[in-house]
Each structure stands twice: as C-alpha cells, then as structure tokens.
C-alpha cells in the first residue's frame, strides 16, 4: 500500500477505534454531519448523533479500489440513551468473554460529558445501551488496551477545551463563582495559576477496567510524558498532550500515541507499563493539509502496521465534516516510527 487512502469517502466518518477480530478488522468511527453552526472552541460544530461500525477481511484491497468496506449500518442512536442529551463524539470497542463493550461519550442533561456503555455480542452490533453512564466518568476520547502481559484492561481517556479535561483536578470537577460546573469564563488552560512555559502539560489519564468492563477499578491517574531529560512536557510544548489517546504495543513496549490539537500532530512516547510515565519520542502524523486536526489509532492486521486517521479533504477542508483515511506505518530497527507527513 503506498501513501493514504480515502476508506469511506461516501459519507462523513471520522476518530476511528479499530479493533482485529476473527481475522477481520473492524472501524468504529464517529459520524460527521453539518450542524450548522461555526467552529468554536467548544466543539458545538460535532453535533454527532449516531455510529455505524465497517469491517473487512481484506484492507489491502480496499485501499487498491478493487473491495469496499462492508457497512454493518447503524449500531446505537442518540435517542437510545436515557441519559444523554447530545453530542455523540469518538467511541470505543473492547471484546471480553465474547460480549463487545462500546464506550462512548454524550453530553448528559447538565450538558456535562460523561462515558457511556453499550453491550453486544457481536462486534458489529447492535449495542444495548446501560441506562446510566459510568460512575466517575468524565471527558472524552476513549481508547481501551487489553494487555497481554497480565490480561488487564485499560482505560485510556481526555480531551482539553470541548472535551471539558480542563475541568477536573484529582478527578473532581472545578466549578465557577456562579456554581455552574464550568472554569471560569474564557478558560480553556489547566486550573494551574501560571504561565504556561511554567506548568506541565495537562494529561490524559488512564485507569483500569473493572472485570465486569462496566466500572473503573480504581481513581484514574494522570498518563505523563516526559522528555529525554525525564521532566513532564510543559503545557507550551507543541508536542503535548491534547486529545485522542491511544495506546498499543510493539516488541513489548507501550507505545502512547496522542493528537496535539491545536499544534495538529499525532505524536507518540514510549513506556514500560501502561500506566507510564512514557518518554516523548516523535511524530507519526504531521499536520493535516484538509481540516484543523486529527484523531487516530494504530493496529496490526495481517502482519503490516497501519495507522487509521481522518482530514477533511472530501469536504473541501470543512472542520466538522471528516473522512476516514489510513497509511501504513514503519517501525524503525531502534522501535521508534518513521514520521508520515500528513
């Protein structure tokens, strides 16, 4: 497969989950649709309100034009969560014992973005929705690793400005003088009363899955990257931590990749356990040429490495209406990954 290729260019799907089972890879997208709104830094332009899921046993083939993904069709809806209002941003399947765990987030009725579960028993659906979100739960931008070292899965999740991560300090909400759940007006940064040059970059967090997949087993804690020098990236670096976690192994290593908003990469550090702390190391993806940012992920399927992200060619550079697009990725002989320019 040489350079990227448009994978669904019929629709508007984008912050691709992409999970290998039976020998059949399988797409979790979001669905893009045009809100009618303008761009701002709240993400009122997402207003996504339902998922498909697309899976193929073939993806060389697709990317040479001779196969299509196959569309499953749609596999959860807006209306059918209880508790959630609007705004059905990325999501996220896992598979334990045979039942597949969709996590996804929504704004619930105080407009607050909280995770919510969906269940089914086959990985193309359909998913039950739980009628309540998961308790603890906040942010967005989901991504779940089953490690094979000791079988746990973990939680990986954040998203700063419209995905509310500036919120929350040790896992409790900040509220505003008025007592809304909110920073104070104008806010977007971390709740640290300094320059950024002075603060660390606000992080992620992680948190293992209880066995049942339906709670976190415990608090979630921050996923910090370090330079080479072993000091947190600080909140000015263009290479920290922004939105779309991911998280996958490669020779025994954690690799941590993540996209840096409003720099527009997808950047990766390297760790000896999923918790981290993980050690900056480069660029998978440089700046998009169509859209402001990306979100990715990164699978094997069929012994080749492959990197599933989106931009906003096929709208003509609209923000808000995303494709799907993947690139085969290299790992070098150290394990470090040969950069694709966007």
Not at 70 to 99: F, M, R, T, Y
Not at 118 to 133: I, M, Q, T
Request: charged residues 25%.
């Amino acid at each position: 497969m040489e350079g990227k290729v448009y994978l669904w260019p019929a629709d508007y799907m984008a912050d691709p989950s992409v999970h290998v089972w039976n020998d059949r890879l399988y797409i979790y997208p979001s669905h893009d649709w045009d809100a009618g709104v303008g761009d701002d830094d709240s993400g009122a332009e997402y207003e996504m309100k339902d998922y498909h899921v697309f899976s193929t046993d073939d993806l060389e083939a697709v990317c040479r034009g001779e196969k299509e993904l196959v569309d499953h069709g749609c596999i959860l809806k807006l209306e059918d969560i209880p508790w959630a209002s609007h705004q059905l941003w990325d999501n996220e399947v896992q598979e334990k014992d045979g039942k597949y765990y969709m996590y996804f987030p929504a704004k619930d009725k105080n407009d607050i973005f909280r995770t919510g579960v969906a269940v089914a028993d086959k990985p193309e659906g359909p998913f039950v929705p739980l009628n309540d979100p998961m308790h603890g739960s906040y942010s967005i931008d989901y991504a779940v690793l089953k490690d094979d070292a000791d079988g746990e899965y973990y939680f990986y999740f954040g998203g700063i400005w419209g995905g509310q991560l500036q919120w929350y300090k040790d896992n409790k909400i900040a509220f505003n003088e008025s007592g809304i759940a909110a920073p104070p007006p104008g806010d977007t940064e971390p709740i640290v009363p300094a320059k950024k040059s002075e603060c660390d970059a606000l992080p992620s967090r992680v948190a293992r899955l209880a066995p049942d997949m339906l709670h976190f087993a415990e608090a979630p804690r921050p996923v910090i990257i370090l330079d080479e020098d072993d000091n947190p990236l600080k909140a000015d670096d263009p290479h920290r931590f922004f939105e779309a976690s991911w998280c996958h192994k490669y020779k025994g290593k954690y690799y941590f990749s993540y996209s840096t908003g409003d720099t527009h990469m997808i950047c990766y550090a390297i760790g000896d356990n999923p918790y981290g702390p993980f050690t900056y190391k480069g660029v998978v993806l440089t700046p998009v040429k169509a859209g402001w940012t990306t979100h990715h992920c990164i699978v094997e399927f069929k012994g080749k490495w492959y990197l599933f992200h989106h931009d906003s060619g096929p709208s003509g550079g609209v923000n808000s209406l995303r494709s799907l697009k993947v690139a085969e990725i290299h790992y070098n002989e150290d394990g470090t990954i040969q950069t694709i320019e966007g």
